[in-house]
């Protein structure tokens, strides 16, 4: 019988290493065949999480089993493309597989289920197991409805906050104002950032802006901006773009900055869960770990945002307010109207599209997008000290009309690197027209947004929605309400299918804004 | 643009159907060519759902992307093992792939993590989308996380346990008294069933009983039947069995008895979250659809059982007879030693010879597995009207003790068919030592569970633990506490490192049950 260490290292007990070309999002999968000689797939359990390692390296990993030689051999041990990429050895690599211990934070998680606040140590242990694949998506589940459903009280939140910007990367900036912008969503065509950003940096103060990709709307901030310039910046591009310019707007990906987010949200959004705690780690946690000193937080309040009544909204800016001032963030929160989507376009080109043209002061440009963008960046402006309280609005307004955001926003761009593909609005067209004569009476944000998501965007540039009617514009029956653009004829004809069985437009009568008749 | 109609039968929209030989376990997985032209991989979402359908048939799967035309070729769908066969089509058939909406019942869940108390007709909803295959494990692990946090209340524990029995097949037996038993588990070793059912059916009751496989114990009373017989009965052996013998030692799974607890418990388990509302549920569904009217509970208390105190074994005994008494199932609970191992092999050919001993009244049989099956099958006995109060002991007794209990084993044995592979115990074993001179005063249950997995069981019938001293018992300073049985090498190392590391045993000094001198 031996010890331990002769066990692992008898050269029988080796496998083969072997990248399996699927690609399993997020969950580290490994493939045994069954016949396997040494370990004999049916020895580790269904479902049960194994430890693949060699001398130097190690991942876990949840085991499939296979009866094809032509995707695994008996002496192979086979890895799904993310976990070979984050083993990162070769091919052909001799490596142990092991029983996997279950994360030793999951007992934690399992308190946490019992209904026990936990101590910061807990959260973090959580978030590094996490960080480092021990945990199963299914845990994480567990782990993100534990903490929604009793949920975290104020305490617990810092707790999560401190320990997810723990979890990887922090950027510093060596300056004392270090100003964000984040709007906690749900609002299609609310591009706003890319109008505030250069704006403020025009003014000077420093914006190092970074930005998600979509996970479930049509566009995020990288995406848009991806149609204008590269936004996949190295750590030492992103800083070199914002010594020269005092801006950037860059995909916050490439930072590692709270890495453990991305994960979760990978989870969090499929299930359709949403904690108020959850939101507010994950994003303080970010801006924190962006190296961010003072934050406009954007809450947008409608019938189908994501915060439909103005006491959540106050309840939630509480919460933002109290882990803020804890961690050294100053937050100021401005309640804003979400009631429909935000400029014209929804979609990556359609959305650069109306970005471009506030930049330009084009007279058709959606004055929405224009007003709002000046209004948040007017309060982005007052945290200067040198400005003086409600001056913001008119110096950012000035700013705009000068051609000066617009020379900022085309110095951004060339710094990242001007983008050489040139994007158009899909070409295959669908309009959806009034079924009555009326006034628009609600648009639905999240019809919206699937529309657009199933045409294609985010990841067809050119895919989306444009809207040619807003809240309370008159329409005529047959008149086209938006206009739908796609790339391919698929996502074409999953788009326009669910269009058709629901607009996602109200018509009103023109009366029926002072109520039904008595 | 074409109705729902026409995008569905385009032509060039069909996959052609493949089979992918990876075992997904429980999970349903797709797999798509990343180069795929029609639906191109990218339009779907990371980890979302499809649905694939041909005109009759349809079933839901998880995403992987594919980029090696070995696994599955631009214009094919390919299906994990489940998957496929829960499809049921042949390769090459031309399915079409759409976009799945989240099931239905997902509302009802998020409604649970909210703390509202759902009604029978979401457990309904719940249990019908779980069994159609709608939910991924994620989703079920927010609805046991939901179920098992803020609790179910005993109103709703009786709906899903209702919910659960109606998701399958139930057996009808047409006479007034159907009897079963279950123990909650966590014991090793304590194989009662194999002794009881033969006593009960001497005595002419009705005893049909259908048993579980491990999940994640070294084995069970199907994995133990089956070193003697066959046990993967099809209905209509099994109904030929129990009119011929009144009684089955059956595997419960082919008859399809609750089947949504099967699915839920491939997902609990791993998590290892134990909600008592869930257990109450998931033994109930089961015997109810297996047509059982009375059910002798066994609840073992111990350190390291399942149930640690007295206070909680009574909590659950109300929670079961409440269910019970509502249900039409007359359910009686018994409260047992849980200190350690009941007999002394762990393991299914282990425990097969420990049963067939105590059938054969060898002197060497276990006595404590002897007493406490004579325990069991008295109270079930009292079952039967004709049988005065308190005489059921000393009935089994005689039962055991004349021969009759084997002869019905035999003739059970017989009638589901003997078993025509041999098994022996495993012929790699390994001794664990006493440390010291001493008693043996504590054994971990779940350390020996776990011995007795990683060395093989139940997959391995002659795998598992042998025990030599159990408590109470002195034993001398290098003398043999247990024996590890294994078939394969790895599996070996495995269990004898585990064991060497941790023996799962306390030896005290001889006084030390009375307490430490002052």
């Known amino acids: 019988m031996g010890t331990k260490k002769n066990v692992k290292t008898a050269d029988h007990e080796l496998l083969s290493l072997r990248r399996v070309a699927i690609d399993t999002y997020r969950e580290n999968v490994a493939y045994l065949h069954r016949e396997c000689e040494l370990?004999?797939?049916?020895?580790?359990?269904?479902?049960?999480?194994?430890?693949?390692?060699?001398?130097?390296?190690?991942?876990?990993?949840?085991?499939?089993?296979?009866?094809?030689?032509?995707?695994v051999a008996p002496g192979e041990l086979g890895l799904a493309e993310q976990a070979f990429d984050q083993l990162g050895l070769g091919e052909g690599t001799a490596v142990r597989v092991d029983h996997a211990e279950p994360p030793a934070s999951m007992d934690a998680v399992r308190r946490k289920?019992?209904?026990?606040?936990?101590?910061?140590?807990?959260?973090?242990?959580?978030?590094?197991?996490?960080?480092?694949?021990?945990?199963?998506?299914?845990?994480?589940?567990?782990?993100?409805?534990?903490?929604?459903?009793?949920g975290l009280d104020r305490e617990e939140i810092l707790f999560l906050t401190r320990a997810m910007t723990e979890s990887g990367e922090r950027l510093h900036w060596h300056e004392p104002l270090v100003v964000d912008k984040h709007c906690i969503g749900g609002i299609p065509g609310n591009r706003t950032t890319m109008l505030v950003t250069p704006i403020v940096a025009a003014h000077g103060t420093l914006m190092p802006k970074t930005?998600?990709?979509?996970?479930?709307?049509?566009?995020?901030?990288?995406?848009?901006?991806?149609?204008?310039?590269?936004?996949?910046?190295?750590?030492?591009?992103?800083?070199?773009?914002?010594?020269?310019?005092?801006?950037?707007?860059?995909?916050?990906?490439?930072a590692k900055l709270a890495p453990v987010d991305d994960i979760l949200i990978a989870v969090e959004r499929p299930l359709g869960i949403d904690s108020q705690g959850q939101m507010v780690a994950s994003i303080l946690s970010k801006k924190l770990a962006?190296?961010?000193?003072?934050?406009?937080?954007?809450?947008?309040?409608?019938?189908?945002?994501?915060?439909?009544?103005m006491r959540e909204a106050l309840h939630l800016r509480k919460l933002f307010e109290y882990v803020g001032d804890r961690l050294g963030l100053h937050i100021e929160v401005i309640i804003?109207?979400?009631?429909?989507?935000?400029?014209?376009?929804?979609?990556?080109?359609?959305?650069?599209?109306?970005?471009?043209?506030?930049?330009?002061?084009?007279?058709?440009?959606?004055?929405?997008?224009?007003?709002?963008?000046?209004?948040?960046?007017?309060?982005?402006?007052?945290?200067?000290?040198?400005?003086?309280g409600g001056s913001g609005y008119v110096m950012a307004r000035d700013i705009l009309d000068s051609g000066r955001a617009l020379a900022k926003m085309q110095a951004i761009i060339e710094a990242q690197g001007k983008q050489t593909e040139r994007f158009e609005?899909?070409?295959?067209?669908?309009?959806?027209?009034?079924?009555?004569?009326?006034?628009?009476?609600?648009?639905?944000?999240?019809?919206?947004?699937?529309?657009?998501?199933?045409?294609?965007?985010?990841?067809?540039?050119?895919?989306?929605?444009?809207?040619?009617?807003?809240?309370?514009?008159?329409?005529k029956k047959g008149e086209s309400l938006y206009r739908i653009h796609a790339e391919f004829p698929a996502d074409f004809n999953f788009a326009s299918t669910l269009a058709n069985n629901n607009s996602g437009y109200r018509i009103g009568d023109e009366v029926a804004a002072e109520g039904p008749p008595p």
Chains 1, 2 share one sequence.
Not at 50 to 68: G, M, P, Q, Y
Not at 211 to 239: C, K, N
Not at 436 to 447: H, K, L, W
Not at 448 to 471: E, F, N, Q, T, Y
């Open 290 to 309: 962006a190296g961010s000193t003072h934050l406009l937080l954007d809450i947008p309040v409608g019938p189908s945002a994501k915060v439909h009544h």
């Open 39 to 71: 370990y004999r797939a049916e020895g580790f359990q269904a479902l049960s999480k194994v430890l693949i390692e060699s001398d130097s390296h190690r991942i876990h990993a949840l085991l499939n089993v296979v009866d094809d030689t032509a995707i």
């Open 336 to 388: 804003t109207d979400g009631g429909q989507p935000i400029g014209r376009g929804i979609g990556p080109v359609l959305e650069a599209r109306d970005v471009m043209a506030v930049l330009h002061n084009d007279p058709d440009a959606p004055q929405d997008l224009r007003q709002k963008a000046l209004r948040l960046a007017g309060r982005i402006l007052e945290f200067d000290p040198d400005v003086r």
């Open 211 to 254: 930005s998600s990709r979509a996970i479930t709307s049509p566009a995020g901030t990288a995406d848009t901006m991806e149609v204008l310039a590269e936004v996949e910046l190295s750590p030492g591009t992103m800083h070199k773009v914002v010594r020269r310019e005092r801006a950037c707007l860059a995909w916050g990906g490439t």
């Open 425 to 475: 609005p899909g070409h295959l067209t669908h309009e959806i027209k009034a079924p009555r004569n009326g006034v628009v009476s609600a648009i639905d944000n999240y019809q919206m947004s699937k529309i657009a998501r199933l045409a294609g965007a985010p990841m067809d540039k050119g895919a989306g929605v444009d809207l040619l009617k807003k809240l309370g514009d008159p329409v």
């Open 113 to 150: 289920i019992g209904g026990e606040p936990l101590r910061l140590e807990d959260y973090r242990a959580i978030t590094r197991d996490i960080v480092a694949n021990r945990y199963s998506k299914m845990e994480m589940a567990a782990f993100l409805v534990a903490s929604g459903q009793s």
